[in-house]
DNA sequence: TATTGTTATACTCTATAACTATA
DNA sequence: TATAGTTATAGAGTATAACAATA
């Protein structure tokens, strides 16, 4: 194995370490609001991609459809997602974020993303920048 | 709001998402290996760290104590760790991995990085290099 | 026959609260 | 009284397999 296989390597290790430690450090910020991590995860990429199939938007958030089905059936629930038919497939639905959906988005983000933005906001800018390039790397090396 | 303050929201709900689905992505490549990616990490850590109390283990990894102590039931009863009684304080308990463990370790982690290695070794070496700095600014981040 | 989505079911991960033992 | 760890319990999150409807 060459070095930059063993590198390779090791990078993997690191980062899967640091991604998981901090997923986690996430997802125990459960209090004081009403969404779930992963409920605000669906909302927010419908917001910013508009509406989406269930189908598309489990494949957006890395998640099997039946996953993306039962946190559509708790925000329909909740009056925050609205499913219409598609114009011309039967099979095919559309969800689109209600109103409602759009006044408590911003609110839930802040409280939800309170910790990590503080946290980013003691990092220097040259860091915040490195953090920005890597997001989007993560994001690349996730499509399919 | 600043420019900054928006701008390091902006990044915090970047880095969220992001993390979210590389974790989700991860955690599904399940098949094949007989440890979860959950007993694999805390492992990793005792192997690099060296013995470690339940409670620091816990610490390191981000995860209340309980969580822990389920996570090391399984592991010793599959003679993956043993546990040791503290030199002076009779509450405390040493967390050691055994050798059955150190020769399973390096080919669990292979098999469960090797989509994320593969990945990585797509990209450029100045994209690796930004995901290592990525990595490590992360682990500060969760510093308490 | 293939695709989209749902239902049924089960497992993993993690937390909080209450308990035990030791300091 | 405080700390380290465990037990009990519950909820979030996700998956696979089987099913229904439509293409």
Redesign the interface.
């Known amino acids: 194995m060459g070095r ?2 063993l ?3 090791a ?16 997802r ?1 910020q459960r209090a004081d609001t009403s969404l779930t ?2 409920q605000l ?1 669906a909302l ?2 419908l917001r910013a991609k508009g509406p989406l199939t269930p189908g598309e938007l489990a494949a957006c ?3 099997q459809p039946p996953s993306m089905t039962r946190v559509l059936a708790t925000l329909e629930g909740a009056g925050l997602v609205v499913k219409t038919r598609h114009a011309t497939d039967g099979r095919q639905l559309i969800v689109h974020v209600t109103d409602r959906a759009i006044n408590l988005l911003d609110d839930e ?2 409280m ?2 309170a910790w ?2 503080q ?3 003691e ?1 220097s ?1 040259a ?2 920048d ?10 690349r ?2 499509e399919p």
């Not at 490195?130 to 994001?139: H, V, W, Y």
């Open positions: 930059t296989t590198d390779t390597a990078l993997a290790h690191d980062l899967r370490l640091a991604v998981m430690r901090l997923s986690r450090r996430l125990s991590l992963t995860a927010s990429t958030e890395r998640v983000i802040r939800r993303e990590l933005a946290r980013l906001n990092l800018p860091e915040r490195e953090l920005r390039r890597a997001s989007a790397i993560i994001e090396l996730l």
